[in-house]
T-cell receptor, first 113, second 116 residues
Framework: QQQVKQSPQSLIVQKGGISIINCAYE??????FPWYQQFPGKGPALLIA?????SEKKEGRFTISFNKSAKQFSLHIMDSQPGDSATYFCAATDQTGANNLFFGTGTRLTVIP | DTEVTQTPKHLVMGMTNKKSLKCEQHMGHRAMYWYKQKAKKPPELMFVYSYEKLSINESVPSRFSPECPNSSLLNLHLHALQPEDSALYLC???????????????FGEGSRLTVL
């Protein structure tokens, strides 16, 4: 059972465009929602994260939008650059102490120069 | 540069071999993890050690045997693997407060395992 659903599977964006990746979850106990970025041959790295007490978090060109009632969250990459080409995973976890992070299926982003 | 170091970066082994993957971190983290990642898939949790004790074992076959000798080191011993076990094995660490506390997993670059 996929705890976090992610779409699209792949995304091609022109340089300077906006990349949008969407995720949805069912478990209302989730209270922490990170996004990880993974380049080929590397391990995932935390990009940005949000907690459900805010509806938006922005760090540079990256913004997470969070809709608690819809149980959805999304990553927006503004002014997308070829260097942003990577696979992006959304994830969710809760504070019950279980050290488990539920990942989405991933989105392969390609930014065309 | 990642602060979680994994060795070897690449490993090829036969189904009868015994080998080990090693992971080291010096960030003072007290939770360490093994993940398995197949191509174009998300990481799948295998094991979690918290304060050097195994806290999560996600029903992993016994041909994978984890070991946490101390708070900085994590090993994954491999024996009698199958070709379908070929994957990228990722080590990660986090503060012991749990992922919901600080939330951040620090991943190594992984060990690419091929089983012939």
């Amino acid at each position: 059972q996929q705890q976090v659903k992610q779409s699209p599977q792949s995304l091609i964006v022109q340089k300077g465009g906006i990349s949008i990746i969407n995720c949805a979850y069912e478990n209302t106990a989730f209270d922490y929602f990170p996004w990880y970025q993974q380049f080929p041959g590397k391990g995932p790295a935390l990009l940005i994260a949000i907690r459900p007490d805010v509806s938006e978090k922005k760090e540079g060109r990256f913004t997470i939008s969070f809709n608690k009632s819809a149980k959805q969250f999304s990553l927006h990459i503004m002014d997308s650059q070829p260097g942003d080409s990577a696979t992006y995973f959304c994830a969710a976890t809760d504070q019950t102490g279980a050290n488990n992070l539920f990942f989405g299926t991933g989105t392969r982003l390609t930014v065309i120069p | 540069d990642t602060e979680v170091t994994q060795t070897p970066k690449h490993l090829v082994m036969g189904m009868t071999n015994k080998k080990s993957l090693k992971c080291e971190q010096h960030m003072g983290h007290r939770a360490m993890y093994w993940y398995k990642q197949k191509a174009k898939k998300p990481p799948e949790l295998m094991f979690v050690y918290s304060y050097e004790k195994l806290s999560i074992n996600e029903s992993v076959p016994s041909r994978f045997s984890p070991e946490c000798p101390n708070s900085s080191l994590l090993n994954l011993h491999l024996h009698a693997l199958q070709p379908e076990d070929s994957a990228l094995y990722l080590c990660a660490s986090s503060t012991a407060g749990g992922l919901g506390g600080t939330g951040e997993l620090f991943f190594g670059e992984g060990s690419r395992l091929t089983v012939l």
